[in-house]
């Protein structure tokens, strides 16, 4: 059997990783040579784009935050001759939101997968249970390490019981003598107290601290031990404030004699060495959401008398007297069980005994025997992969909603129309194109969320639009920075986007004043809708009479405009019509979905079956090149796709995916179709990184969404229309998502 391990590895600092090189091992390897039956390898996860020097089974690195290494890595496996995976999941190893990064590898694996849990949480976010549940659904056997592990995957993640393996966190086979441990690092004449692992705030050594005076007192050759680094992470964000603050305490309280900090990673024979020299070990956690503690497993595994506070793992490992509980942030009762066990070298010698006792029984041997077990039953089962194409339009992937980045590229005059990576570009100005889609956002955003800055930025953006109406009801596009109009007319394209978002505004006004000053915009405007020659400004114009007409059905003169703009774009795709190419011109362009998009809009409301089949046939056409290899790959605009031609991969950009996401709404809407929320998922995806280059183009730091991309990769800028575009797309996702749980449907 071929098993291939995902995790962090060392020479990488991280438990996950000391405890993957351990079950690697355990598995493959005794008395340090390879066994014949079994072999594998191990993709290793990096942080921050560090370097490791990684041992020969170590054949992959993925970057923790580049999406692109994940699928590259699936591809390794997939080809590999791997029989199972065995990955270790915990979120805060894997990149993007809550670790999402995972998902596409688990996505994609061929391979029967084994999951081992090292977090979970008993109140997640929603993106945390999303994906945990997602991973719990493509996992074949999911390992945990405590029966309080079972309950929550149970009870709250909803994970089949059957699917569920408790092995318990291994200890490495390690004996070292207490007397000549405590005689190497002269503790002879000492009774040691020892704590161990990464520090950071959540590990609670003050509560330790602030007991030894009292212990202090009665037994003053006492020392305790603080042994590991301050963790990566409080590192990078906090520096050593923590450790800091642990010393100004000792200082305190005068217990410089009595406290010592070894602030170092060490490896597993120097700190087995501690555990055996140590008289107590202490898990002084400040609260309960603690599922799985190696560290605990490690002193229970070597016979150490263990205090902890009663976090999950600890109150069920110290059960049946193998330790003892104090209550979190209680120094007054930890003093007074140290004192109490002092004076009673029996009672700690019992539970030392107790600890050494069940320590036999979760050896890294025998974990490692359990892992290959199950991994021998999975694999000769044969049991079926779960499905991994259910794109439900759920929020698995979706960031939280943010208008983080529009608020910074929004002042009093309107939204600034480009950026340099996610900085304002104020030499660039405003433009109509993006005002309107602003408005539009806002009100969707309101509509779904009642979004209270949202509703303040919408009359910015109205304002906007009707400073750049001409008097003969058309608009000008472009301001400069300083407000000075930079063209007399704008494109029909743009004047196609403003009547949209008006006729949004006018189906879903939030007050009367808004209504009535949009109404008067769109219909100054109205005089020229049937003057326009551009398709995409006609498709854009007909989309914002639909939104109208919904609100308004009864006005025939309006219906009768919308009909005649639907047989312009009915005309231009009769005309262009050929065999194999169902399209209304002779090249698939820009902003492709939204012909069809204002078909479907149109046939609702006019209810032809030529519009609605024209409609659907040329979504067809456009699925058919640009959706059939289960993730969205874009026209690109460096050449465009002409008829008997090659398409242009290059210069994707997010308006085309946000026309794709609405096309695909408005398709369901039309025909309770549910593969189409599907596509409309898989659409939205390419934002996230389901795209030709694998990149994301959605940016978790800014809010905002990068500009598309390029033969070179991501173009890094995120302006108001691409971030408009991911962000209506988003809301769009959501809209569908609520629609599909009221019609009670399930995807499959």
């Not at 993106?127 to 996992?139: D, G, P, R, V």
């Not at 003050?206 to 992470?233: D, M, Q, R, S």
């Not at 986007?497 to 007050?511: D, K, S």
């Not at 009768?560 to 774009?569: D, S």
């Amino acid at each position: 059997m071929k098993i291939t391990y995902i995790a962090t590895y060392p020479p990488r600092e991280c438990g996950i990783g000391t405890f993957t090189n351990n079950l690697f091992k355990s598995m493959l390897m005794h008395d340090g040579q390879n066994e014949n039956e079994h072999e594998g390898f191990v993709v290793a996860i990096n942080d921050n784009d560090l370097t490791y020097k990684y041992p020969k089974e170590v054949k992959l690195i993925i970057r923790q935050d580049h999406q692109e290494d994940y699928l590259k890595a699936v591809k390794h496996i997939n080809l590999s001759g791997a029989d199972i995976c065995i990955l270790q999941h915990e979120f805060g190893i894997y990149g993007g939101q809550s670790g999402v990064y995972i998902l596409p590898l688990l996505h994609r694996l061929e391979i029967p997968l084994v999951v081992t849990l090292h977090t979970i949480l008993k109140a997640p976010s929603y993106n945390e249970k999303a994906i945990l549940k997602e991973i719990c659904k493509m996992a074949h056997k999911i390992v945990v390490m405590s029966h309080k592990a079972i309950d929550f995957l149970v009870n709250i993640y909803d994970v089949p019981k059957e699917k569920i393996a408790l092995i318990e966190h291994g200890v490495p086979d390690i004996h070292f003598s207490p007397e000549k441990s405590r005689k190497e690092f002269k503790l002879e004449n000492k009774k040691v107290l020892l704590t161990f692992g990464f520090i950071g705030r959540s590990k609670g050594i003050e509560t330790v601290i602030k007991a030894l005076p009292e212990v202090v007192k009665k037994y003053p050759e006492l020392i305790y031990i603080v042994l590991g680094k301050t963790h990566p992470n409080v590192l990078r964000h906090s520096g050593e404030e923590y450790r800091i603050f642990l010393l100004r305490l000792v200082k305190n309280l005068h217990l410089e004699n009595h406290v010592v900090f070894l602030n170092e990673f060490i490896d597993e024979q120097d700190l087995f060495k501690y555990l055996y020299a140590c008289d107590i070990y202490i898990t002084p956690y400040l609260n309960e959401a603690q599922i799985t503690s190696g560290t605990l497993s490690y002193a229970v595994g070597v016979g150490a008398a263990v205090l902890s506070t009663p976090y999950w793992h600890a109150a069920e490992l110290l059960a049946h007297e193998r330790g003892r509980l104090f209550n979190f942030n209680d120094s007054e009762e930890l003093a007074e069980t140290l004192v109490e066990l002092f004076d009673d070298p029996e009672e700690l010698k019992k539970l030392k005994q107790n600890a050494g006792e069940y320590g036999k029984e979760i050896t890294w041997p025998k974990s490692g025997e359990k892992y290959l077990a199950l991994s021998e039953k999975v694999v000769k089962k044969g049991l079926p992969v779960p499905a991994h194409k259910e794109t439900e339009p759920d929020l698995l992937i979706l960031p939280p909603f943010s208008l983080a980045h529009i608020n910074r590229l929004t002042d009093d005059t309107g939204i600034i129309q480009h950026a340099k990576f996610g900085i304002p570009n104020l030499k660039e100005g405003y433009c109509l194109d993006d005002n309107s889609r602003a408005l539009l956002m806002v009100l969707m955003a309101y509509k779904r969320m009642k979004d209270a800055r949202a509703l303040e930025l919408s009359p910015i953006y109205l304002s906007y639009i009707h400073y750049m109406q001409n008097s003969d009801g058309t608009f000008r596009n472009f301001l400069s920075f300083n407000r000075n109009f930079l063209d007399e007319v704008g494109s029909e394209d743009s004047f196609g986007r403003t009547i949209w978002a008006l006729g949004y505004l006018l189906g879903n006004a939030p007050n009367d004043a808004y209504y009535q000053t949009g109404r008067l915009i769109f219909f100054n405007a109205a005089p020229n809708f049937e003057s326009l020659k551009s398709i995409r400004g006609i498709a854009n114009t007909m989309i914002g009479i639909c939104y109208y007409l919904r609100s308004n059905p009864s006005d025939d003169s309006m219906t009768e405009r919308l009909r005649n703009l639907a047989n312009v774009l009915i005309k231009h795709y009769e005309e262009n019509l050929s065999p194999g190419w169902h399209w209304f011109e002779s090249l698939l362009a820009y902003d492709n979905g939204i012909l069809p998009l204002a078909l479907l809009h149109s046939a609702k409301i006019l209810n032809d079956d030529k519009i609605t089949q024209t409609a659907i046939d040329s979504m067809n056409f456009l699925t058919e090149h640009t959706l059939n290899d289960n993730y969205l790959s874009i026209i690109g605009n460096e050449k465009w796709y002409k008829k008997e031609g090659e398409r242009s991969l290059f210069a994707q950009q997010p308006i085309d995916a946000m026309a794709m996401v609405l096309m695909y709404q408005e398709a369901y809407f039309v025909t309770k179709n549910k593969d189409y929320l599907n596509k409309l998922y898989t659409s939205f995806l390419w934002f996230l990184g389901e795209n030709d280059l694998r990149m994301s183009l959605y940016d978790f730091e800014t809010k905002g969404c990068c500009d598309g991309f390029e033969s070179y990769g991501v173009n890094r800028n995120q302006g108001a229309e691409s971030s408009l575009a991911y962000l209506i797309s988003h809301l769009t996702v959501l809209q569908a998502y609520e629609e599909f749980h009221r019609s009670d449907l399930k995807l499959v």
